[in-house]
T-cell receptor, first 112, second 112 residues
Framework: NAGVTQTPKFQVLKTGQSMTLQCAQD?????MSWYRQDPGMGLRLIHY???????DQGEVPNGYNVSRSTTEDFPLRLLSAAPSQTSVYFC???????????FGAGSRLTVL | QKEVEQDPGPLSVPEGAIVSLNCTYS??????FMWYRQYSRKGPELLMY????GNKEDGRFTAQVDKSSKYISLFIRDSQPSDSATYLC????????????FGPGTRLSVLP
């Protein structure tokens, strides 16, 4: 099983550009979430979903959009990239009612 | 004051040493406590999961939770160079699978 797959692994954007980070899981997990990881800050929750068609905001949602049309996929869209969005982004999934996150390998984004 | 505090290290120990990693927190509602291990350029992976106060042992790893002091620890016995990684503590007040607060991580190096 692949687990949680994120693409791309690396991306460089210019300020103002938009892009989508892809996330797919093959474990039939109900919950999916996006985190960003910055030095000294820990992982911070951007958006999460408890099932297809249901999304909600986390701690740092501004500048990001998500949608969940299927159980497997949970893309994260950057609407107009800013240098403050330079970070490593992790997608994670977990079964409903369980605090057991499975993370992807991460997507490293640089905004110039 | 951050909700979860963790010494960022780096912490360097010789192979075979006992390692103690710690986190303190301020929210008394936290009941679920986790330790994640993150190798360089990889996603975090769940190492230990405990509920409420007490100890949990898994091989060379022991997790301790002291809710009265708002303090959790991870002990690694007979440390190996393969234990070199960043260790993240995480905690939650519920088991809904998305309301985690992560510490910033402690970087550990085990020297052969």
């Amino acid at each position: 099983n692949a687990g949680v797959t994120q693409t791309p692994k690396f991306q460089v954007l210019k300020t103002g550009q938009s892009m989508t980070l892809q996330c797919a899981q093959d474990m039939n997990h109900e919950y999916m979430s996006w985190y960003r990881q910055d030095p000294g800050m820990g992982l911070r929750l951007i958006h999460y979903s408890v099932g297809a068609g249901i999304t909600d905001q986390g701690e740092v949602p501004n500048g990001y959009n998500v949608s969940r049309s299927t159980t497997e996929d949970f893309p994260l869209r950057l609407l107009s990239a800013a240098p403050s969005q330079t970070s490593v982004y992790f997608c994670a999934s977990s079964p409903a009612g369980a605090n057991v996150l499975t993370f992807g390998a991460g997507s490293r984004l640089t905004v110039l | 004051q951050k909700e979860v505090e963790q010494d960022p290290g780096p912490l360097s120990v010789p192979e075979g040493a006992i390692v103690s990693l710690n986190c303190t927190y301020s929210n008394s509602a936290f009941q679920y406590f986790m330790w994640y291990r993150q190798y360089s350029r990889k996603g975090p992976e769940l190492l230990m999961y405990t509920y409420s106060s007490g100890n949990k042992e898994d091989g060379r790893f022991t997790a301790q939770v002291d809710k009265s002091s708002k303090y959790i620890s991870l002990f690694i016995r007979d440390s190996q160079p393969s234990d070199s990684a960043t260790y993240l503590c995480a905690m939650s007040a519920d088991n809904y699978g998305q309301n985690f607060v992560f510490g910033p991580g402690t970087r550990l190096s085990v020297l052969p």
